[in-house]
C-alpha cells in the first residue's frame, strides 16, 4: 500500500523497509557494439582517444634487424601488407580494435610461394576455440552463415591467426579494453550532452509551471479538451529554438511560474568535464592534448605530448612488435626482430637530442662507445 501511495520503490529487507526516491542509474551495455556507438560513433573524448592512439601507434617506424631471408620477407610483407591497405591504415585497424574491444587480430594469408599478405579481422566476429585442458586452440571467425577456424599447430608453432589482447583479470581468452573501463564516464558525458541539448531545444530556457487560479465559485481545474488544447498549443507555439523569447499569451486563471534550475542540476556541466577526464585518463590521453580545460598536470603541451607517447604510445608499439616477431617466426624462419624505431620518432628529437649531447660531452668515452651507446653500432640497420 506504501508503496502504491508514494509511487516509490520500497523492499523489506530485515524487517525494516528501504525506500527508492528515483530510479537506478541506466548503464549501457557492455558489448562490442555498445562500445563501438556509444563511446567511439557518439562520444568525442572517446572517439579522439581512440583515434589518437591507434594513429600514432600505427606511424610509429618499425625496424626489422637481420639480414637473411625472413628479415627481407618481413620487410616487404610490411611494406605492403595487402593491395587495400599500406602499413599505417592496417595498422590503425588493428590498434583500434585493441583500443575498443581489448582484442586485435590478424590474417596471415598465404599461398605456394608462402605467406604474402596481413588483414585485420573484427573482434565482434571472432570466437575462441579453447581444448580440454582450457588453453586456445585456435579460432572461430564467423561472417553471416559462413564459419573459418584457424587452427594453431603445438609442434611447428604456426597459426595464421595473430591474437593480440589487453590484460583482463576476469577472463583467460578474451582482453578488456579501455573503452570498457571508461564505459560509465562515456554514459555519464553522453548523458550531459543530451541533457544540454534538450535544454536548447526548450528554448535554452529552465522549466515552468502553468498554475491554474481559478475563478470564483470554480475548482481551479481545466477540462480534458482544455488541457489537451493548452498542451498542443505550448508545444507548437513555444518550444524550440525557432520560439525562444516568445512572450505567451495566457487567458483568465492561468499564471506562469518559470522555475530556475537548483546548483545540484547545475552541477552537471562540471560532471560532463570529470567525466572527459575520466575518460582520457582510462585511455592513457594526457587531457592537456585532447584540450580539455582545467589541467595543469603538465607544464606544457609538450610534456604532455612527450608523456603520451612515452607511457601510451611505445609500450603499445613495443608489444605489437614483439607479437608480430614471435607470431612470423615460424613462417618465415628465425634470424630477424621487429621493434619499434624510437630515434625516428619526431615527438622524441628533443629527448634525443638531449642524450646525444650528454653523451658527446662524456670526454673520457672513445668513439666506438660513444655510438654504442646512441645505438649506432654497424649490426643494427635503420
Known amino acids: 500500500m506504501l508503496k502504491k501511495l508514494l509511487g516509490l520503490d520500497a523492499k523489506a529487507a530485515g524487517g525494516r523497509w528501504t525506500v527508492s526516491l ?17 563511446g567511439y560513433g557518439r562520444n568525442a573524448i572517446a572517439h579522439r582517444c581512440v583515434r589518437l592512439i591507434a594513429e600514432a601507434a600505427a606511424a610509429c617506424p618499425l625496424r626489422v634487424g637481420g639480414e637473411g631471408p625472413g628479415a627481407q620477407a618481413v620487410r616487404a610483407l610490411l611494406a605492403r601488407p595487402n593491395p587495400d591497405q599500406c602499413r599505417a591504415e592496417l595498422f590503425e585497424t588493428f ?9 586485435a587480430y590478424l590474417e596471415l594469408a598465404g599461398g605456394a610461394e608462402g605467406p604474402h599478405a596481413l588483414y585485420a579481422l573484427r573482434p565482434d566476429r571472432m570466437r575462441v576455440l579453447t581444448g580440454p585442458k582450457g588453453w586456445a586452440d585456435g579460432w572461430e571467425y564467423r561472417l553471416g552463415g559462413e564459419a573459418r577456424v584457424f587452427a594453431r599447430d603445438r609442434a611447428s608453432g604456426r597459426s595464421a591467426l595473430l591474437h593480440m589482447k589487453l590484460f583482463n583479470p576476469l577472463d583467460d581468452h578474451y582482453g578488456q579494453s579501455p ?28 522549466s515552468g509551471a502553468l498554475v491554474v487560479t481559478g475563478r470564483e465559485g470554480g ?10 488544447r493548452l498542451k498542443d498549443e505550448l508545444e507548437g507555439l513555444y518550444s524550440g529554438p525557432a520560439n525562444a523569447g516568445r512572450p505567451l499569451l495566457l487567458e483568465g486563471g492561468l499564471d506562469w511560474k518559470p522555475m530556475g534550475h537548483s546548483p545540484a542540476e547545475m552541477d552537471f556541466i562540471e560532471a560532463r568535464r570529470e567525466a572527459a577526464r575520466e575518460i582520457a585518463l582510462a585511455f592513457g590521453a594526457p587531457p592537456m592534448i585532447l584540450g580539455l580545460p582545467g589541467d595543469n ?6 610534456e604532455a605530448n612527450l608523456a603520451f607517447y612515452r607511457q601510451t604510445v611505445l609500450p603499445l608499439a613495443r ?12 613462417w618465415l624462419g628465425e634470424g630477424f626482430v621487429i621493434e619499434p624505431d ?41
Open 297 to 302: 598536470t603538465y607544464a606544457n603541451y609538450r
Open 219 to 228: 475548482d481551479g481545474r481545466l477540462s480534458e479538451a482544455q488541457y489537451a
Open 22 to 38: 528515483g530510479p537506478c542509474a541506466a548503464w549501457s551495455a557492455r558489448t562490442y557494439g555498445a562500445f563501438a556507438r556509444e
Open 179 to 206: 573503452m570498457e573501463a571508461a564505459a560509465r564516464a562515456v554514459d555519464v558525458h553522453n548523458a550531459g550532452g543530451t541533457w544540454a541539448k534538450a535544454l536548447l531545444d526548450n528554448a535554452a530556457r529552465p
Open 95 to 103: 590498434h583500434g580494435h585493441l583500443q575498443v574491444a581489448g582484442d
Open 342 to 382: 624510437e630515434d625516428a620518432l619526431p615527438a622524441l628529437s628533443e629527448e634525443r637530442s638531449a642524450r646525444w649531447a650528454r653523451v658527446n660531452a662524456a670526454g673520457f668515452l672513445s668513439d666506438d662507445e660513444k655510438r654504442a651507446l646512441l645505438g649506432l653500432d654497424e649490426e643494427r640497420r635503420p
Open 319 to 330: 608489444k605489437t612488435a614483439s607479437a608480430l616477431t614471435a607470431w612470423l617466426a615460424p
